[in-house]
């Protein structure tokens, strides 16, 4: 089972000249890639790192990133992803879970940086992608420049770590998750089981951060591919759509979804060709129909990867989908796609049974991409794990065609005057609403029934809703007991470092915001 260093060793030997990764920094073939990550490797052993150093990258997006995802996977050492939008504090906590020896760095973060060396003293090694400002850093440029370029001969095995990566913390503090070689050779086998993907040939773009999932999966799978990785620093609508034109990208990966409508209402799209583009990733438990449709307007040759998995469970579904089929079939506009190739899903009622198709149950995934555990969680890692099985909390159904359909999360179920209403359901029928930008459900605590459904709405620029508009126009999608009974419109909805809604703060800070609208 060839791991993911060796996938890049494959990739220098077959086809060395060509391109692997177009960043802000620079651009480097397989070949150079390979060398510069295997030099890195070299210098970092002879500062004393090893298999079981784990390295912390707190980085941009960027050619420079990749070298030193790369030089840990030739070392055999854990890279560790930190989220760069996070304080220094919570970085620090970061680094200290996942026993970080080890931290690289772009200047940009130098302050972070510090704040981690001089509070985690787990940390006895710091590299920085430029000249260092701290008195005992290294220069990253430097150690590439002065490593040796023989190939390592590092022996580890399957389980070994690969990557840690954190969750993106809705509810709470961010938890720790090993992924290991094992398990991401098997990703990346995972990931180009689309039918579409051609070896050598794929041009991926993705301006998604590469310490998030999303932005790890492009990573995985254009070396598996042996494409070529455009990444982009942060969303810039206009670079972002002269990148795909120049260099002729044939995959986007943009989060959240909603990025593709901001893409779109940028009017920069008039000015490129995107005709080259012929997937365009999509995680479809986030996606309105209205987001889809804008995509397929925006590539018009482009079909759709619909995904749904977890930072713990990583893919579960993949389902590729043309126009065509969505046209022909609209109900697959919400569906999250079908089984991936390797998992098992059980949807188990309150009973503990498994409901029969059409019936909404907790999704039990069983797979070799699901993590082993949270780090330093025993007792989280006791309440998600029925021997092997996985609870991801999220609800959702399966039709006759095998396809899933997410109708919300468990913690957000909503029991309104003894029924439940699934948060994601409303949210799809009012992002539906041609004023409305974005939304929420939440519970909003009541009088009469306990708890009512609440709707916290962002509007598009112009336009207005009242509440007896939202009503009406919910009547005719949803019954009355899942109609909102509350409404709050907001310049912005509270998110977290990855664009998630962060609920909890929602209710927490926000809830006298929500004015009562009907019985």
Same mark, same amino acid.
């Given at each position: ?71 840990? &996977? ?22 200290? %879970? ?45 150690? !590439? ?25 809705? %509810? ?8 290991? &070689? ?13 039918? +579409?993907? %051609? ?20 990573? +995985? ?5 042996? $494409? ?14 002269? &990148? ?59 079909? @759709? ?11 579960? %579904? ?28 059980? @949807? @188990? $009622? ?36 029925? $021997? ?18 997410? +109708? ?21 029928? !009012? ?89």
């Amino acid at each position: 089972m060839p791991f993911i260093g060796d996938l890049l060793r494959q990739n220098a030997a077959k086809m060395p000249d060509h391109t692997a990764v177009i960043g802000s920094d620079a651009s480097l073939t397989y070949a150079q890639l390979n060398d510069e990550s295997t030099k890195l490797a070299n210098s970092l052993r002879g500062l004393g790192v090893g298999s079981r150093d784990n390295v912390a990258l707190l980085m941009k997006s960027s050619a420079m990133w990749l070298g030193s995802w790369y030089a840990c &996977q030739k070392l055999g050492a854990a890279a560790v992803l930190l989220h760069s939008r996070l304080l220094p504090e919570e970085l620090a906590r970061m680094t200290k %879970t996942a026993g970080a020896s080890v931290l690289i760095y772009s200047p940009e973060y130098s302050s972070k940086a510090a704040y981690i060396a001089e509070h985690e003293a787990g940390v006895r090694l710091a590299i920085v992608n430029g000249h260092p400002e701290q008195a005992g850093h290294y220069e990253l440029g430097e150690l !590439i420049k002065l490593g040796s370029g023989t190939d390592l001969s590092t022996e580890y095995a399957a389980d070994s770590p690969c990557t840690i990566l954190f969750t993106s913390g809705t %509810t709470g503090v961010s938890k720790a998750i090993i992924r290991t &070689q094992k398990m991401m050779s098997i990703y990346a086998d995972v990931i180009v089981e689309d039918g +579409v993907s %051609t070896y050598g040939r794929e041009v991926m773009l993705t301006p998604a951060p590469l310490y998030h999932a999303a932005g790890l999966c492009c990573v +995985v799978k254009m070396v598996r591919l042996a $494409g070529t990785l455009v990444l982009e620093d942060c969303f810039c609508p206009g670079q972002i759509c002269r &990148q795909i034109d120049k260099f002729s990208a044939t995959q986007i990966a943009l989060v959240p979804p909603r990025s593709y409508q901001r893409l779109k209402a940028s009017n920069e799209t008039e000015k490129c060709d995107f005709s080259s583009i012929r997937l365009a990733h999509i995680t479809a438990n986030h996606a309105s129909r209205e987001c889809m449709e804008d995509i397929l307007a925006i590539f018009p040759n482009a079909s @759709l990867r619909l995904t749904w998995g977890s930072t713990e469970a990583a893919n579960v %579904t993949m389902s590729i989908l043309t126009r065509e089929q969505l046209h022909s079939n609209e109900k697959l506009f919400n569906t999250v796609g079908r089984v991936n190739s390797v998992s098992e899903i059980r @949807l @188990l $009622g309150g009973d503990g049974l498994e409901v029969v198709d059409g019936e909404v149950g907790e999704a039990w995934v069983k797979s070799p991409l699901v993590f082993k555990g949270y780090i330093n969680n025993p007792a989280k890692n006791a309440e998600c794990f029925r $021997g092997d099985w996985f609870d991801t909390e999220d609800l959702m159904y399966r039709d006759s065609d095998g396809f899933y359909y997410m +109708v919300g999360r468990k913690r957000d179920m909503i029991k309104t005057g003894g029924e439940n209403v699934y948060a994601q359901e409303v949210e799809q029928v !009012i992002r539906s609403h041609p004023a409305v930008s974005d939304c929420a459900v939440v519970a909003v605590p009541d009088a009469k029934y306990d708890e009512a459904v609440g709707a916290a709405v962002v509007l598009n620029p112009g336009y207005s809703l009242d509440g007896n508009e939202l009503i009406e126009f919910c009547k005719q999608f949803l019954p009355s007991y899942k109609k909102p009974k509350y409404l709050a419109i907001m310049d912005k909805l509270p998110e977290n470092s990855m664009g998630k809604v962060q609920k909890n703060i929602l209710v927490r800070d926000y809830i006298a915001q929500f004015e009562r609208i009907s019985d």
